[in-house]
């Protein structure tokens, strides 16, 4: 009789909360229009805006903001998880420290970060990201940095140190920063302890939910997918073209979360419109248990019978969730954000790239007057054994290859930079050749249609720049046989130098022509 009753009594929990999730999917339809209709109006405003020649002055972004500030992204029953919201309803609403209003884009990635004890991951994680995304998918997609603390001053210190190193992104809307109200969190002092966990681990955990919670609700307005990030990863690249790709193949099938990294909370994609259905999901029980458990939880009470076995309800759960492989996210942290926790976590289905890509190159003597770190040599970089790795530079530095004896170059490829190091790029830098034999400027530049010749004090000749690490171009067969290719660097640069690709690209022999 005490068994049958306590079946009794789970079963009649289980029919409540899947009355209540039943409810709050019926609300976040019947919401649908008046998101719709804010989304527009936002739309039209923005509209408005790119057709005039003003710049984007505080009073237009706030008005941007006012907008946003309407949605119904805080679902009707927040003050109940979160009574304290009562008495503080602008308890929701973030501070938007760096941000442009974009909206309507196909992916909003989600990145929290705190304060860290010991070594802070986040600037090499924007970086991997971003060198991850294509330039033509930069207007499809943003990434949204929630700095979970309350102290303004370190808010805006992490604030002013990704402007300073993403100047070009945060300026564009790509790349926005956000924080929390004070009043956003309840008191944390009197969590029950459960599990065996500690007292700080419990906090630590609840308060990662409400963070979850918060920059869900910042980012279900403003695109099509969401995908949770964490600060301390690294990313393949074209990650974000694969997860659109993989995400269009499962349009036919109901599915509540695609899977590109099998490490807890990392990698994890949602249809954005879902958000509402999970944030009150999570909210409803903060206190309870860590968020990569209150997910499993939510698909189970979506889709598991009680009445059949486990193994029947990992089947059913896997239609909602779905895998893809090889994982696209990395965790690179050590020292995790709960004080004192070492973890060294790693995902076995992530496949590393090559830090480097080899090409067979033309003889040549290699020199530079970079400082090169440990055995990254240039030598090694040019046969294509390992990438080149040196100090920072300083305006007048140089990498230089002479050839062996003058020959006809038809293109180069250097790029900079590689998947775990992706800041370490080269920047104001320029391509230079120097011809094996005398060039008559005015001449040249009459046989050739828009090509403008730019000669040094030295002799050689300006062929191209690097663009966000890359320099990638062809060498007119004007300038014939080329002595020495050369990468000029003009300006001092904090950060340090990798190549992890060169490639020069000289003409085909006949007798090569005749073996193809």
Same mark, same amino acid.
């Given at each position: 009789?005490?068994?049958?009753?306590?079946?009794?009594f789970?079963?009649?929990?289980?029919?409540?909360?899947?009355?209540?999730?039943?409810?709050?999917?019926?609300?976040?339809?019947?919401?649908?229009?008046?998101?719709?209709?804010?989304?527009?109006?936002?739309?039209?405003?923005?509209?408005?805006?790119?057709?005039?020649?003003?710049?984007?002055?505080?009073?237009?972004?706030?008005?941007?903001?006012?907008?946003?500030?309407?949605?119904?992204?805080h679902?009707?029953?927040?003050?109940?998880?979160?009574?304290?919201?009562?008495?503080?309803?602008?308890?929701?609403?973030?501070?938007?420290?760096?941000?442009?209003?974009?909206?309507?884009? *196909?992916?909003? #990635?989600?990145?929290?970060?705190? %304060?860290? /004890?010991k070594?802070?991951? !986040?600037? =090499?994680?924007?970086?991997?990201?971003?060198?991850?995304?294509?330039?033509?998918?930069?207007?499809?997609?943003?990434?949204?940095?929630?700095?979970?603390?309350?102290?303004?001053?370190?808010?805006?210190?992490?604030?002013?140190?990704?402007?300073?190193?993403?100047?070009?992104?945060?300026?564009?809307g790509?790349?926005?920063?956000?924080?929390?109200?004070?009043?956003?969190?309840?008191?944390?002092?009197?969590?029950?302890?459960?599990?065996?966990?500690?007292?700080?681990r419990?906090?630590?955990?609840?308060?990662?939910?409400?963070?979850? *919670?918060?920059? #869900?609700?910042?980012?279900?307005? %403003?695109? /099509?997918?969401?995908?949770? !990030?964490? =600060?301390?990863?690294?990313?393949?690249?074209?990650?974000?073209?694969?997860?659109?790709?993989?995400?269009?193949?499962?349009?036919?099938?109901?599915?509540m979360?695609?899977?590109?990294?099998?490490?807890?909370?990392?990698?994890?994609?949602?249809?954005?419109?879902?958000?509402?259905?999970?944030?009150?999901?999570?909210?409803?029980?903060?206190?309870?248990?860590?968020?990569?458990?209150?997910?499993d939880?939510?698909?189970?009470?979506?889709?598991?019978?009680?009445?059949?076995?486990?193994?029947?309800?990992?089947?059913?759960k896997?239609?909602?969730?779905?895998?893809?492989?090889?994982?696209?996210?990395?965790?690179?942290?050590?020292?995790?954000?709960?004080?004192?926790?070492?973890?060294?976590?790693?995902?076995k289905?992530?496949?590393?790239?090559?830090?480097?890509?080899?090409?067979?190159?033309?003889?040549?003597?290699?020199?530079?007057?970079?400082?090169?770190?440990?055995?990254?040599?240039?030598?090694?970089?040019?046969?294509?054994?390992?990438?080149?790795?040196?100090?920072?530079?300083?305006?007048?530095?140089?990498?230089?290859?002479?050839?062996?004896?003058?020959?006809?170059?038809?293109?180069?490829?250097?790029?900079?930079?590689?998947?775990?190091?992706?800041?370490?790029?080269?920047?104001?830098?320029?391509v230079?050749?120097?011809?094996?034999?005398?060039?008559?400027?005015?001449?040249?530049?009459?046989?050739?249609?828009?090509?403008?010749?730019?000669?040094?004090?030295?002799?050689?000749?300006?062929?191209?720049?690097?663009?966000?690490?890359?320099?990638?171009?062809?060498?007119?067969?004007?300038?014939?046989?080329?002595?020495?290719?050369?990468?000029s660097?003009?300006?001092?640069?904090?950060?340090?130098v990798?190549?992890?690709?060169?490639?020069?690209?000289?003409?085909?022999?006949?007798?090569?022509?005749?073996?193809?």
């Amino acid at each position: 009789m005490h068994l049958g009753s306590g079946l009794d009594f789970n079963q009649r929990q289980l029919l409540e909360l899947r009355q209540r999730l039943f409810y709050a999917e019926k609300e976040n339809r019947k919401r649908s229009e008046e998101l719709n209709s804010v989304l527009n109006e936002i739309k039209r405003f923005i509209g408005d805006l790119a057709n005039t020649s003003t710049s984007v002055t505080d009073s237009t972004k706030l008005k941007v903001l006012s907008l946003t500030n309407k949605l119904p992204v805080h679902l009707t029953n927040i003050q109940h998880y979160l009574p304290h919201l009562k008495d503080h309803e602008d308890g929701i609403y973030p501070n938007v420290v760096i941000g442009q209003g974009r909206t309507g884009v *196909s992916l909003v #990635m989600g990145i929290p970060t705190v %304060r860290r /004890t010991k070594q802070n991951y !986040l600037m =090499d994680t924007l970086n991997s990201l971003f060198y991850g995304i294509p330039e033509e998918q930069k207007n499809n997609c943003m990434i949204v940095v929630f700095v979970a603390e309350v102290d303004s001053d370190y808010v805006n210190s992490i604030a002013e140190s990704i402007r300073s190193c993403f100047p070009n992104e945060t300026l564009s809307g790509v790349l926005e920063v956000i924080s929390p109200p004070s009043s956003y969190y309840p008191e944390l002092s009197n969590l029950k302890e459960t599990f065996g966990d500690s007292k700080e681990r419990v906090r630590w955990r609840t308060k990662q939910n409400l963070d979850y *919670s918060f920059l #869900m609700m910042y980012a279900q307005p %403003r695109g /099509t997918f969401y995908l949770q !990030l964490e =600060d301390d990863i690294i990313a393949k690249p074209e990650y974000t073209q694969i997860i659109n790709d993989f995400a269009v193949q499962q349009e036919s099938k109901e599915w509540m979360i695609l899977e590109f990294s099998q490490l807890g909370f990392i990698g994890k994609l949602f249809r954005c419109r879902d958000l509402p259905l999970i944030i009150e999901f999570l909210l409803m029980f903060y206190k309870d248990k860590p968020i990569d458990w209150l997910i499993d939880h939510l698909l189970w009470v979506k889709v598991c019978n009680p009445e059949k076995d486990a193994r029947h309800c990992e089947r059913q759960k896997n239609y909602l969730r779905i895998r893809y492989r090889p994982s696209l996210f990395q965790h690179v942290g050590v020292h995790s954000s709960l004080a004192g926790k070492i973890q060294n976590l790693k995902d076995k289905d992530f496949v590393k790239n090559s830090l480097f890509k080899a090409h067979t190159n033309p003889p040549a003597e290699v020199t530079t007057s970079l400082k090169v770190f440990q055995t990254f040599t240039l030598e090694k970089a040019y046969k294509g054994v390992e990438c080149f790795w040196a100090f920072a530079p300083v305006a007048g530095d140089y990498i230089l290859f002479s050839f062996w004896q003058p020959l006809k170059v038809v293109g180069y490829l250097f790029r900079s930079g590689n998947m775990e190091h992706p800041g370490d790029k080269i920047f104001n830098a320029t391509v230079e050749v120097l011809p094996a034999a005398e060039i008559d400027i005015q001449s040249a530049e009459g046989k050739a249609q828009n090509f403008k010749i730019i000669k040094t004090q030295d002799g050689y000749f300006q062929i191209g720049t690097f663009e966000n690490g890359i320099a990638d171009g062809i060498i007119s067969p004007i300038l014939g046989k080329i002595k020495a290719l050369r990468l000029s660097i003009h300006s001092s640069s904090p950060m340090w130098v990798l190549l992890s690709e060169i490639f020069i690209k000289r003409e085909k022999q006949e007798s090569e022509k005749r073996l193809l």
